[in-house]
């Protein structure tokens, strides 16, 4: 999996949240697992517009 700076990940069994502060693209730099399950990759959050 490559793991994009800035994007979030969840472990959704556990709450498990992080901030990816660096990239990675080969398989051997990044294994984001929590207990050996994979980690999701959040989606943004919609914000109220400032009007």
Request: glycine residues 10%; proline residues 8%.
């Amino acid at each position: 999996m490559a793991v994009a700076l800035g994007k979030r990940y969840k472990d959704e069994t556990t709450g498990v949240e992080v901030l990816c502060i660096k990239p990675g693209n080969k398989p051997a730099d990044v294994n984001l697992n929590v207990n050996g399950r994979g980690m999701e990759e959040l989606q943004p959050k919609v914000l109220p517009s400032a009007d």
